[in-house]
């Protein structure tokens, strides 16, 4: 069945580092790709998507390419901010209407000042 | 334009017991999905609605369900509580055009604890 793989965290950083979180998919067809955060307390947010391969998905600094030769949508941002610290969550949804979304186990990111 | 509400935020059931958790999607909005966040298992899929009707589901035992409303609101019930029930419930609402489904938001969660 279709999976994600990222990273094992946590990610510890300090603030203005670069950041890169790797995500792996397996999955048949075309699936679009997703990054959640959630913060401490909080539900998912979407970060950001991609729907097709070489697509790049970009928000709030943060950005991340579908593969589709590596299989791959690696999350990366210049320079993180202390704000930045939460779990990342990368994702995939064959889009079919009533599909779920098939997450990895998440990344935890602490960025310090 | 509201979000995805989720109530209660907040839950403490005692082994055995049931509890019904709520969602409200955004207006407009008529498909439900659920969710279940462990330390352990992580974000895994337990079932959609969409008009009323479940279309997927995910692998829950049956303990697990859940129903949709005629406003699109949907609850989803846990019977005989387990200690490993704890989690944080999340609902997500989403659009659907023809065979596509158009990524929806999640709701804030219901933090279930069973003791």
């Known amino acids: 069945g279709d999976s994600v793989t990222q990273m094992e965290g946590p990610v510890t950083l300090s603030e203005e580092a670069f950041l890169t979180i790797n995500c792996t998919y397996t999955?048949?067809?075309?699936?679009?790709l997703f990054w959640y955060v959630q913060y401490p307390g909080e539900g998912l947010q979407l970060l950001l998507k991609a729907t097709k391969a070489d697509d790049k998905g970009s928000n709030k600094g943060f950005e991340a390419t579908y593969r589709k030769e590596t299989t791959s949508f690696h999350l990366e941002k210049g320079s993180v901010q202390v704000s930045d610290s939460a779990v990342y969550f990368c994702a995939l949804s064959a889009g079919q209407a009533g599909t779920a979304l098939i997450f990895g186990k998440g990344t935890t990111l602490s960025v310090s000042s | 334009k509201a979000g995805v509400t989720q109530t209660p935020r907040y839950l403490i059931k005692t082994r055995g017991q049931q509890v019904t958790l709520s969602c409200s999607p955004i207006?407009?909005?008529?498909?439900v999905s659920w969710y279940q966040q462990t330390p352990g298992q992580g974000l895994q899929f337990l079932f959609e609605?969409?008009?009323?009707?479940?279309?997927n589901k995910g692998n829950f035992p049956g303990r697990f369900s859940g129903r949709q409303f005629s406003n699109s609101r949907s609850e989803m019930n846990v019977s005989t509580l387990e200690l490993g029930d704890s989690a944080l419930y999340l609902c997500a609402s989403s659009q659907t055009f023809g065979d596509r489904q158009v990524l929806g938001t999640f709701g804030s969660g219901t933090r279930l604890t069973v003791v």
């Open positions: 207006s407009g909005h008529r498909s």
């Open positions: 609605y969409f008009s009323e009707t479940q279309r």
């Open positions: 999955a048949t067809g075309y699936p679009s």
